[in-house]
């Protein structure tokens, strides 16, 4: 079936390094893929998306791309803050049909 | 701007009581959603609405969870009996409509002693 397999954590990083959080999927067919970012005691936010192999999506300095012949979408920044630090989601959906989420990847950056 | 209400936030219940769940989308979204969220993981759908219509509730544990949505804007999401394995974060989320971003609510989070 449609999965999410993300890089386990927690990943504990110093202010200002380069981030990498991996996410791989499982689909049949060419889901659209999303990284949702939770902070402490809130719901998801969408952080960035990707409808269609080779597209970029990017937001906040983050960057994904939608690697088709890899099946992956792994997420990145150049240099995180302090206020990056949350949990990451990766998801695939087709339209119309539901999300499928990974188990999430916790990020913490130190000062 | 326009959030995802959801109450309440926390919630304590013995096992074998009920408790219900409330969410008030954003307005002028079609589409509702309750999800789950077992501490480490990451969200699982439980039901989706489309208007007053349920589109989607095969995950849903239909001997103890039920949801409504009876005039295609607020929801509710009632377990009965709790159990101790429903201890969770409930999260609601909209949108505009099927192929649209999903906006999430804060979610409930739910302990059962």
């Known amino acids: 079936g449609d999965s999410v397999t993300q890089m386990e954590g927690p990943v504990t990083l110093s202010e200002e390094a380069f981030l990498t959080i991996n996410c791989t999927y499982t689909a049949t067919g060419y889901p659209s893929l999303f990284w949702y970012v939770q902070y402490p005691g809130e719901g998801l936010q969408l952080l960035l998306k990707a409808t269609k192999a080779d597209d970029k999506g990017s937001n906040k300095g983050f960057e994904a791309t939608y690697r088709k012949e890899t099946t992956s979408f792994h997420l990145e920044k150049g240099s995180v803050q302090v206020s990056d630090s949350a949990v990451y989601f990766c998801?695939?959906?087709?339209?119309?049909?539901?999300?499928?989420f990974g188990t999430g990847t916790s990020l913490t950056v130190i000062p | 701007e326009a959030e995802v209400a959801q109450s309440p936030r926390y919630k304590i219940t013995e096992k074998s009581q009920a408790v219900a769940f409330w969410c008030d989308p954003i307005?002028?979204?079609?589409?509702l959603y309750w999800y789950r969220q077992i501490l480490g993981q990451g969200p699982e759908l439980l039901v989706q609405?489309?208007?007053?219509?349920?589109?989607?509730d095969s995950q849903l544990p239909k001997d103890r969870f039920s949801a409504e949505r009876l005039k295609g804007v607020d929801s509710t999401l009632k377990i009965q009996p709790a159990e101790l394995g429903d201890s969770a974060m409930y999260l609601c989320a909209s949108s505009f409509s099927v192929d649209n971003e999903q906006f999430f609510g804060p979610g409930t989070r739910l302990t059962v002693l």
């Open positions: 307005s002028g979204h079609a589409t």
């Open positions: 609405f489309q208007d007053e219509s349920v589109v989607d």
């Open positions: 998801a695939l959906s087709f339209t119309g049909n539901q999300f499928y």
